[in-house]
């Protein structure tokens, strides 16, 4: 798994796990306690990262 997104609060993890999921990308979210980066990260296997990457651009 590589660290995918950075959510930037709650309202935004929420839209990139609906995309995800709706194309059908595994992920997983890790709990981050480093100060300065947001409470979770969002991980996908590097072999979905160019799709993962793709799902998020504008259509």
């Known amino acids: 798994m590589v660290s995918f997104y950075d ?3 709650a309202n ?3 839209r990139v796990v609906r995309i995800l999921k709706k194309d059908g990308i595994e992920f997983f979210m890790r709990e981050e306690k480093v100060r300065g980066i947001s409470p979770l990260q969002i991980l996908v296997a590097e072999e979905d990262l160019p799709r993962a990457e793709a799902s998020l651009l504008p259509h």
């Open 7 to 9: 959510p930037i609060d």
């Open 12 to 14: 935004d993890l929420n």
